[in-house]
């Protein structure tokens, strides 16, 4: 079956504007992650939807960060006013919950110019 | 070996050998434990979990191994092979979240 799939793949963008960085999770996975990784880093989270519950959003590194998820399904991480520190890969992941291991997507490559 | 937040260790193994990456973990309430194996270029790829029930747990080609006592996990890869090169990291789980480790590269000399 399909697994995590993300887009964009690869995304460049100029200090100052925004980007949405997109994530289809497995579907009837409950659970769905975002994580930062840099060079030579461990994953960094940043944020957790499961089912119907209030996100835990204590991993976002500032409010310029936020996120949704709709429908339970598809999640979209936004960065507004993107600075150079933001370079980085995304990665979504999801799971079936409690004890379940994560799948990941491929991720999305951040470079800001 | 590998632990959360130390920096990326090497280990470079004949084609054919055996290879052992271990992982020191933090959290003695951790529950669940999982190793993944990334390739350059990809997200981070499932290979085998264990429960901390559980002291060891065999796969295709992989075991991992669970010491709580020293809060210690290692992932053995029977007969190393090419495509066996990548990043391969722990991850222990408590409650909703997931610490992972930095890694460890493995090179697989043919």
């Known amino acids: 079956g399909a697994g995590v799939s993300q887009s964009p793949s690869n995304k460049v963008t100029e200090k100052g504007k925004d980007v949405e960085l997109r994530c289809d999770p497995i579907s009837g996975h409950t659970a769905l992650y975002w994580y930062r990784q840099s060079l030579g880093q461990g994953l960094e989270f940043l944020i957790y939807?499961?089912?119907?519950?209030?996100?835990?959003k204590s991993g976002l590194p500032s409010d310029r960060f936020s996120a949704e998820r709709t429908g339970g399904s598809v999640s979209t991480l936004t960065i507004q006013r993107t600075q150079q520190e933001d370079s980085a890969v995304y990665l979504c992941?999801?799971?079936?919950?409690?004890?379940?291991?994560?799948?990941f997507g491929n991720g999305t490559r951040l470079t800001v110019t | 070996g590998e632990s959360v937040g130390l920096h990326l260790p090497t280990l470079s193994v004949q084609e054919g050998d055996n290879s052992i990456i271990n992982c020191a973990y933090s959290?003695?309430?951790?529950?669940?434990f999982i190793w993944y194996k990334q390739e350059s270029g990809k997200g981070p790829q499932f290979i085998i979990d264990i429960r901390s029930n559980m002291d060891k747990r065999q796969g295709q080609r992989v075991t991992v191994l669970l010491n709580k006592t020293v809060k210690h996990l290692s992932l053995q890869i029977a007969a190393t092979q090419p495509g066996d090169s990548a990043v391969y990291f722990c991850a222990e789980n408590t409650g909703n979240q997931f610490y992972f480790g930095t890694g460890t590269s493995l090179t697989v000399i043919p």
């Open positions: 959290n003695s309430a951790s529950d669940y």
């Open positions: 939807f499961q089912g119907n519950s209030a996100p835990d």
């Open positions: 992941a999801s799971s079936l919950g409690m004890n379940s291991p994560l799948h």
